[in-house]
């Protein structure tokens, strides 16, 4: 079993439609959770982090963690076509795991117009 | 420019041809770790580094090497290239410490074919 499994997609949402992604984890320790966009053949950049159980919004982005379902979201309101990218959800686990970072294989998204 | 900075942004060597791939922050971090991304997998880690002369294995660490002599640089090693190291490779960074500094900072890639 992946540590980090995210569906692979492509989620296809029209514009101005509500995208929601999901992301489950394995090691109930985990800390810290972020979500990453990386555009095709670009670079990942950190879009949201969340640290504790509920909703986190930041413009038209909100995180959504659940520490007991050990699942972690990403809601996309207002879809651009500039949100096409492929989203990767990143999990920390205890600080004695040595900082370890695990990401998940990561959404695609498309946004049609 | 805060940055981290890749060299070279594509290679095609040969397989048992040793080869580098350089990495430098500007950033003053602490942290820094190299990652490959293959089809599916996701990003996986190879080693990090929490600080000079400090590295330690990843996920996926075997036919790679590190060293981190200086703070800037993090270089990562292929002694022997095999075909199976074929991958997009990314050199990231971040500072030290928990909440509120937890973003890391990619480079801007690697593509390396072993032919």
């Known amino acids: 079993q992946k540590e980090v499994e995210q569906n692979s997609g492509p989620l296809s949402v029209p514009e101005g439609a509500i995208a929601s992604l999901n992301c489950t984890y394995s090691d109930r320790g985990s800390q810290s959770f972020f979500w990453y966009r990386q555009y095709s053949g670009k670079s990942p950049e950190l879009i949201m982090f969340i640290y504790s159980n509920g909703d986190k919004e930041d413009g038209r982005f909100t995180a959504q963690l659940n520490k007991a379902s050990q699942y972690v979201s990403l809601l996309i309101r207002d879809s651009q076509p500039s949100d096409s990218a492929t989203y990767l959800c990143?999990?920390?686990?205890?600080?004695?795991?040595?900082?370890?970072?695990?990401f998940g294989g990561g959404t695609r998204v498309l946004v049609k117009p | 420019e805060a940055q981290v900075t890749q060299n070279p942004r594509y290679l095609i060597t040969v397989t048992g041809k040793k080869l580098t791939v350089t990495c430098s922050q500007n950033m003053n971090h602490e942290y820094m770790s190299w990652y490959r991304q293959d089809p599916g997998l996701g990003l996986r880690q190879i080693y990090y580094s929490m600080n000079v002369e400090v590295t330690d294995k990843g996920d996926v660490p075997e036919g790679y090497k590190v060293s981190r002599k200086e703070k800037r640089n993090f270089p990562l090693i292929l002694e022997s290239p095999s075909p199976n190291q074929t991958s997009l490779y990314f050199c990231a960074s971040r500072g030290q410490g928990a909440i509120g500094n937890e973003k890391l900072f990619f480079g801007s890639g690697t593509q390396l074919s072993v032919l």
């Open positions: 990143a999990v920390r686990g205890l600080e004695a795991a040595g900082n370890k970072l695990t």
